[in-house]
Every structure is written in C-alpha cells, then in structure tokens.
C-alpha cells in the first residue's frame, strides 16, 4: 500500500499550486484543480480501504514507513503511516466529506476575492487532517494536530478585516494551544515511562504492546493530560469556547473544520489508545462523565441561541460530548460510529445553513427568516434530514449511533450516563426542530429586499447537500444491531478495538441483543419525538394554537427570566474567563514589564549614575582636594618664597654686603668663642 | 604556520571577511557606495562559499576537532593560535557566514550614511565572530571575544535609532564588564593548571585533560558565567539587549541575533561544561531554575511590548532560556536541542528581524498600535511573516519544532517540572506571536502614515526565501544537522563524566580518559 502517500500528497500538491500561482489563475481553475485533487484523494483512499479490507481480518494493520523523520540515538520517529480499519474508515470520511464540501466551496466562496487563499488553506487543512489520522507514532499524529489547528486559525480568521473573524481565530488557536499543554507532557510522561522499560519508542505498534507495564498511577496521567489535549481539539468543557465563536470562518469551513473532521480528532485519539485507555478504566469514567456534562451544557444553551450556526455550533458541542462519552466507557465502535454519522449529518447541516445565508444574503438570525422551505426544496428538504438524524428519529442515521451510545452506557453500567444523555436528546431534538420550524416554516420575517432574492442555491452546492442527506439518511447500515455476530461497525473495527478487555466484554454482550435493548430504544424514539412535538408547539405554525398558554417562547422567557438570561448568555462563561484567567494574566504581563524597567533596568541605569556620581565627585575631589591640595601648596610657596623673594633682589652688591656681613658675624663669633 | 600540512582553511573562512574589509577601507572612495556594497556582498558570497566546504568535507563519525590548525603564538606564556571546528561549532560557523550575506543585503538600502565604515564593521564582526567559534586556545578566544565588541558598538552607535549612543553603551559596558570576569577566569584555570601540572598554557584541549579542584572551579564558574551570561543573555543582565535591538539597524539586529547571542550558549557548551563540571554540575540547579524563569519571565514581559523590535527581542530572552535550559540538564538530548535551537533561534529571530526591518524601511515605525490589517496590502510579507511567526512558536514541520522537542526531552528526562515549564513556555509563545500577527496583520489596513504600502520586492523575496526554506529543511529533514551534532556532542557528554569524576579525585580508566579526550585531525 505504498501508494498511501498519495492521499495526503495530493491535497498538500492542491494547497501549494493554489498558494503560490492560485492568485494569478481564474476562479474556475482554481477550483478545478483543489477539487481535484480532493476527489483523487477520495479515490485512493477508497482504493486503500478496498485492499485492506482483502486482507485477512488479522492482518489489517499495516506499516508503511517513508523516511525518517527526527533520528538521533535511540530517538527514532518515521514519517510513517498506519492503515487499519479506523484509520481507512476516518480517510474515508475526511476525503469524501472534504471532497463534497470543496465542491460546495467553489459555489458558496465564488464571489470572494480571495477564493484561492481560501481553496488553499482549505487543501492544506485536508492533508494535515489526514496526516494526523494516518501516522502510525505519536508525532506524525501530532505533526497534524497542530497543523489542523493552524489552518482552522486561518480559516476562521479567513475574513480577517472583520475584529470578530481574527480574534476568534486567535481564540481557537490559544486555547487549543492550552490543550496541547497537556498532550504533549502526556506524549513525554509516554515515552519517558516507555524508555525506563526499555522500549523508547513513540510508535504505536510498539507503545501499545508495552503500554501494560507502565506504573497504573502514571497510565491515569498519561491517559489524562492525552484527554486535555482532546479536550482542547474537540471542544469539550472547560476548552470549548473557541467553537462557537469559530463560526465567525465561512460556513463550508464551519462544515468541514468545526464539525466534521477536526474536532473529532480528540475522539479519533481517544480510540486510537484504546489500548492504553481499556487499562485505565477510571481515566475512561472521567472522560465519559466530562463528556455527557459537555453534551448537556452544550445542549442548554443550545436551546436559546437565535444565530443559526450559533445552534448548530453547540450542537456540535453536545454531539461531541456524546462520542467522548462513549469513548470514554469504552464504547470505542460506537463512538467512532457516530463520529462517522455526525461527519454526515452536521456537514450537511451547517452546508444547508450555508446555502439559507447565501440565500439571505449573508443573514444568519433565524428571527429574520422563516417560510424558507418555499423558496428553497432541496436545502429544506435536505436540512430536515439532517435534523430528523441528529434528532435520533428512525431509520435515520443518528438514530443507530446514538442509540448504541446509550445503549453500551446502560449496559456497562453508567446508568447516569444513559440518563442524562437521554435527557440531552430530548433538548437535542428539541433545539434542531425549533431551528427546522423558524427557518423553514411560517412567515418569511425577512425585509422585502432579501425576500425577493431568496433563490434556491446553484447546483455545486446543492448536489453535496443530496449526497450527504443520502449517506445521513441511510449510513446507519453500518450499525444495525440485529445481527447474530453483532454491528457491521463492530465486526469492521474489531481489528483495532478488539484486543482491549472492555471491548471484548462488550461484544460478548453485543452479541445477544436483547428485549431491554428495544425497550430502551423505543424510550429514546419517544424523548425524541416529544422534543420535537414541544418546539413543534412554540415554533410551527400549524401547531401554535394548541399549545397552553404557559408554553410559548414569550411565556417561558418571561417566566424563566434569570434561567433564560444565563442561558442566552452562555452562562457567562466568556466573561467568567475573561475575568479570571485573561485580564490578570495580561495585567501580570504589564506588571512584569514595569518590574524589567522599573526595577532591573532601574537599577542598570542606576548603576551608570552612580558611576558618573562617583566619577563626577572624583573629578571635583581632583579639582578641589587633591589639585586644591596641590595647589595650596604651591600658593603656599608662591606666597612664602614673596617674603623670601625680598632677600633675592639680583643685585651683586647686596648679595656682596651680605655676604660681607655674613663673613663679619663668623669672624666675631670665632674670636668671641 | 608551522605543523601544518594543508591548507588553512578555518582561517582562510575567518579572515576573508576582514581582508573584505581592509580591501575596502583601503582602496575605495566613500562615493563608490554601489561597488562598496558589491564588495561586500561579494567577500560575504565567497566567503559562505569557501565555509561550505566544511560540511562537505566534515566527518561526522569523528567527534574531535577537525582541520584543526595550531601554531605558537606567545611561546612564554603558553598561547597558541590554534583553531578548529567539530559538529558542536560546525553548524554555528555556517550560520555565521549564512547570515552575513543575509545582513549585508538587508542593509542594502536602508544605510545610507558612511557606508563604507559600515561595511567594512560588517565583515570585521563575522571575523571575529567566526574566531570566535573556532578557537581553541582560550586566550585566543579571549581576543576574538573582547573584539567582536568592537564593531557592533560602532555599528549600534552611529548607525542606530533614536537612544543609539546610549544603547551602544549601554551593550558596550554590560559586555565589556562582562568579560573581564571571564579573563579572571581564564587566568585563574591557567595559573592553577601550569601551579599544579607545571604546564603553562591556554591550550583548551590540554586544560581539558586535568580539570582544576571543585573549590577552584566554584570561583571560576561565577566568572565565566559573569562573562558568558551577559551576551546569552540570562536574566537579569538582559536589559541590554532590547535597547541594542531597537536602536540598532536591521542588519545589526540579525547579526545580534543570530550570531552574537549565540557566543555565550556556544561558550558554556564549549567551555563551562567540560571545564568545570563539578561547578557546573553544582550551579546546575540555580541555572536551570534562572533558565525557566528567563522562558516564563522573558515570554510575559514580551506580551506586554507595544513595539515590534522590543517584543522580539524580549522574546528573544524567552527562547534563550531554552538553550540554557537544555545545556544545564546535562543529557545528550537537552545538548542537541539547545545546539540545535542556537542555530533555530538565530534562523527565526534573525528573519523576524529581518522583516521587520523591512516594514520599517517603508513606514519609518514599529509600534505595534500604527499598524492594522496589512496582510491585505502586503500580502507576500504577510505569508513570509506568518510562516516565521509559526516556526518561532515551534510548529511541527517548522525548525523550531525539532529544537523544542528535544529540549523537552531534555527536560523530561532531568525532571518532569522542568517539562511542564517548558511546556508553559511554549504555549505562551502562540501567545505573544499570535496576538503580534493579529495586531499588525489581520483587520482592516491602516497604518499610521496613510498612503499605500508596496509589498516585498525581488531584492527583499530573494533575502527572505533561503530563510523559509532552511525552516522547512530542518523542520521536515533535520537529519543532516542532527547528525552533524552527535558525535560530537556524545562526547562531550562523555567528557563531562570524566572530568567530573576527576575534579572528585575519583580514579579514571585510560579508556575513558582517552575516550573523552579531545582528538584533533589536522588539515590533510
């Protein structure tokens, strides 16, 4: 399978012919060749998982190494790719999905001026998303990690004249930087356990064959700064308030980024260390527990958001909060099953939101829509497919992933768990057919401008939106349960999933579907179903006059004022943060810089003063006390020697009388003495 | 050159520049500024190009010192002029001569005044520099450190900004004082080697066979350090270096970066650590406590600059802390990534330099606050920016990336806090970089003179691009100069060992003594 080199080869070929000579190419051109390469992709990707699946089930985990990445000593890491069934299934759902929505792209962006930049950035997003699904050790994984966070703070800052658009960026990448914190320690507290076994090594062949000896007491480390770092990525509570204000990136970005493929990549990890995680099953409680809060505090909010990707953002929230759910209980099938299903249904939402903007003319409150499904079939039609899937209503997709999440959470135990992601689906159901009924039913609210353009979208957008309301409607195959060996999803992933404990007592179990499973399900079709009949109630028209009078929007707002004020304010979460953690840092900061200039540098220049002081007074002391001294001293002689000058007078004959006095007085005093 | 059998190659790339500049000095009229700057251009071109035939030649299995050159100097006292590079220094020199070429072109139309004197200061800076990084003889190394001052503070001091005299003494002093420490130092290791051996001599690879007592070493680490850690710089004698930063001109700047702060990482691998690896071992945790200090310190007080030149340079003091870091964690992997981020930081933060001298030359400011949205105008700078930006957060694909991973290693390996530190640090870089990136290039254009700004030219794409495509080599192949590093460096590691159990008084195989020894081969 050498040819794997292709998948994430040709996107990165898009991104760089699009960077550097897109700007000088037409539109057309343009994206031609970033859809292009996007469908090739898809097609060896298909390819890939085709031979693999030719492959004896034993056998479906290969190796293909290309060259050595960072070698020194005993420090090795390939650039090395690991082709096993979730890695072929998640190439499969990054390529085809990123292939429709480029394909959306060239119709929703058309008229942006910078299209290239955009087809650009959005090809190099797909290859470092399929770098960090395909790279067989620990830094390939990171290597793409880091660089879908780049390309998601270029593609939400996309329209970086906009404040909103830069700082949201900016936004995403700190925080996601934030998690990183964690996954890389966790990364070295990994390799460094690994390395004091004697098998130093980031791959994951050799980690998880060795991953049992590790201390349990690092494992839970290990297992839980690698979950901060998905906590960051995937957006759960407390790292996830990047994601809605990532909506400020064009929509096709919102679809592919922010809800498809990157922000499950904390769960693509999660699964992906099934190994190590099955040994840590408290980690696994946290991790679930974390998740089902996120699922629910998401959902609450999503209950009042007014903005249509602001629904569909804490949406993806919630949604994401189940998979880790799952993932967390050891359900990794099933997580990675309704990753897969949500990768359809919330892509072809948040492209059907894009195509109601684009048809709004750039509106995106539902308040000032409504009544669209007239004017828009195929986007209607489209978007309540999603709606009805996400919402968990058979034979729907969502509906057989999300009944197997909560399923194997019963199953296992987690009766919390079960119970409050029921209670999320009920809000679920709830908040995506209030969306459905404001945007699509009733009276349009828009002003007669934008009503009169209301025009279905062209055909390059529209296509996508059937083929992913296809593959939501009926990609739940997959995961029926009714078969004697158990889901298709499971026996597919079994490969990879199979060798942890958790799983396998999970199959044992899977395998004998029982009464209660069908009790259960019909339980969640009816929480279901009641969520939609009570958003019908407030939202759709026809069903208005039957609701009581204590059931409409005014009423429950008014009546849950406080509750409806925090909700509508996310809890203050933004402010609570900005409060806590951002203003004192950056006050820490500019308290920081005034100790280096005040204090430090002070005292630098402190010291310079004072040597000029001191070089300042030696010099007076060298005028005034040392050359003073001197210079007294020689006042002192110039003064004596004017007494004494008198004596010098120059002339002979007084030197001649003195002396003869002199001589005189000598005389006297030898003939006295 | 007596005992030399070749060709003098170390100090045919040394002195080249300075016969540039004699050449220059010399024979040339002041109004010849077109032929001065091809000149110069031209001797930095040559003179990079005779340094590659360093790596060509270079055998990286051999951890001594190669085309080592050595004849006596000052027979009395025991001065050699003896030179030689091995993998520690190999990749410094090239760096040295790689970014001269890019100083020279970037001062291309920024220095207009005396440009001959500016030239020929130029050149004399990558002499001594280059000396700097390939004695072996201490008191040669001495000469070359005291010179280097020279011509950068000329260089600061009449062709700098606003505060340039006092910013030009401000470094004068600060290094100067510095390294008057460091010959105590010198001295003391020489007295106390040739009382004890009665050896008199500077001879490094001689010293390194008997290092000096613990109790000696203790007095001539603090010097050394004094010496070393002014020009790294370390906290708290970094105030100097943002004011040199800012006042200098573009290319001073880079070469400060790239180079300059480079001598004292370079000097505490080189000297402090096999010389005096009982203090070193002893002040160890001190250093590593000054080094994350500096990184978390360094990395707040850059968040809170409001000019551009100022916030590299703090964040200058930041990454520096990684170097120091990596070297007092005394491991193989630390060593390689503080070697390795000498020659990062000098890449990135000398393009950093680089491109904000470039905007600078276009709208005469640096404050962040005069500058929004100029991606929209300047879209080829903005890409060059971005890309340095990501390579200086340590993005993986990008070279800062290699060298923060095995700092981290480093760090992790000598002690899980320090990792988290680092960690810390790293994340606050997106930080800074970041919110630097958005200021200046994202929202709506403007900027405080008004008028349309051009994007880069060919002259300025042509200085930029080997930069980009050196954070790319390292970042996806950095290979080549890790093992360009490893054997040296191993043995390096090994001769700590030695040394350390020799200063105990412990009692040290011949094998190890001979395996830790410095071997030279000298030019065949």
Redesign the interface.
Known sequence: MEFTFLIPLLPLLGATVNGVIG?KLTKRAVGLIACLVMGAAFLVSVATFYKLMLLPEAERSVVVSF???????A?SVDIAFLIDPLSALMILIVSGVGFLIHVYSTGYMHDDKAYWRYMCYLNLFVFFMLMLVLGSNY?VM??GW??VG?CS?LLI?FW??K?A???A??KA??VN??G??GF??GL??L??SLSDLGAASLDYKTVFENVHLIDPAILTLIGLLLFVGATGKSAQVPLYVWLPDAMEGPTPVSALIHAATMVTAGVYMVARNNALYSLIPHVGNIIASVGIFTALFAATMGLVQNDIKKVLAYSTVSQLGYMFAAVGVGAYTAGVFHLMTHAFFKGLMFLGSGSVIHAMGGEQDMRKMGGLHSHMKITSVTFIIGALAIAGMPPFSGFWSKDEILWEAFEKGHVVIWAVGLLTAGMTAFYMFRQVFMTFTGECRADDHTKHHLHESPSSMTVPLIILAVLSAIGGIIGIPFFEEGTAAHQFLNPVFGHGGHEVHAEAAGAGHGSLEFILMGVSVAVGLTGIFLASLLYYAPMKKYAPSFWRPESIASGFKGLHKLLFNKYYIDEIYDYLVVDP??R???W??SF?LGV??WF?NFA?WFTRLTAWASHKFDIYIVDGLVNSMSTLVTYNSTIWRRLQTGYLQNYALVFVVGVLIIIVRVLLG | MTGLTGFPILSTITFLPALGALGIILFYKKEWTDLIKWTALGTSVVTFAVSLYLPLTFDMADPGLQWVEKTVWIERFGISYYMGVDGISLLLVLLTTFMTIICVLASWREINTKLKGYMALFLLTETFSLGIFMAMDLFLFYVFWEAVLIPMVFIIGIWGGVRKFYSAIKFFIFTFVGSLFMLLGVLAIYFYHGKVTGVYTFDSTILLLSPVAPAVQFWVFIAFFLGFAVKVPMFPLHTWLPDAHTDAPTAGSIVLAAVLLKLGTYAFVRFTLPMLPNASMAFAPLMIGISIFAIIYGALVTIAQKDIKKLIAYSSVSHMGFVMLGIFVFNIEGLKGSVMQMLNHGISTGALFLLVGMIYERTHTRMIGDYTGLFKELPVYGVFFLIVVLSSMGMPTTNGFIGELFVLIGAFKAHWVYAVFVAFGVLLGAVYLLWLFQRVFLGNFHYAGGHGLKDLGLREIIETAPLIILIFWIGLYPKPFLNVMDASLTRLVKQVETNYRKGNGEAVSPQASLDAAVVERKVE
């Open positions: 700007s060259f050595t990445w960072i070698s020194s000593g420090f830094l990171f290597l880091e660089g780049l703070y800052g970086y004249e404040k658009a830069s700082d960026g900016k990448f700190v930087r934030i990183d914190f890389i320690l070295f507290l390799y460094w840092i950056k820490f900061c500019d920081c810089l280096d430090i540098d630098v310079a």
